[in-house]
């Protein structure tokens, strides 16, 4: 049996630490420590104003280089601009 975590995107109460490089790297490392299989994450399209306005919430930018030498900035939610 395999097992996997699914990562928060957000809600009320979350930490913004999450969503940066770091929070993902260190979450993910984390549950690899401790046996999880795979981590998951949302994955629908960036989020309208409209849907975040009423409740929704965000997903994070998958497209966002985040590997060594991409010149990017890491995962970052998406629909925040």
Do not use: C, N
Request: no cysteine; aromatic share 6%; glycine share 20%.
């Amino acid at each position: 049996m395999k097992f996997t975590v699914e990562y928060p995107v957000g809600g009320p109460d979350h930490d913004p630490v999450l969503l940066t490089r770091a929070g993902v790297s260190a979450v993910v490392l984390a549950a690899g420590r401790i046996g999880f299989d795979a981590v998951a994450f949302t994955e629908h399209p960036a989020p309208s104003l409209k849907w975040l306005q009423h409740g929704g919430h965000r997903t994070l930018d998958v497209g966002a280089p985040a590997g060594r030498g991409g010149g990017g900035g890491g995962p970052r939610p998406s629909g925040s601009g």
